[in-house]
């Protein structure tokens, strides 16, 4: 027997797109599922370079590492992260 899969988090590789600005940053969408909720579609911005997820937002601005300040909070992602290798290495 083996523990049932109650929630998991599925990102759309195929699909995702490098900025045409910065090609080092890649908007990919991440799709949330759990038994008994509808699944839920979160863009996110992944910065290759720096190592780092945020939230796509109209507000979206800058990298982390930019000298403009930034409205969007950046998450670091270690670099054996599965979404960073995915998104970055594809």
């Known amino acids: 027997m083996f523990p049932q899969t109650l929630r998991f988090i599925a990102a759309d590789i195929e699909n995702s797109a490098k900025n045409k600005i910065d090609p080092n940053l890649v908007l990919v969408d991440l799709y949330f ?8 579609r979160v863009p996110q911005i992944v910065d290759c370079v720096q190592g780092a997820r945020t939230d796509f937002t109209q ?30 290495n594809g």
């Not at 599922?33 to 839920?40: C, D, N, Q, S, T």
């Not at 990298?63 to 403009?68: G, I, L, R, T, V």
């Open 59 to 88: 507000s979206f601005t800058a990298s982390p590492d930019s000298k403009q300040p930034s409205t969007s909070t950046w998450y670091p992602l270690e670099s054996d992260d599965l979404l960073l290798k995915a998104v970055c």
């Open 33 to 40: 599922f759990e038994r008994r909720h509808m699944a839920k």
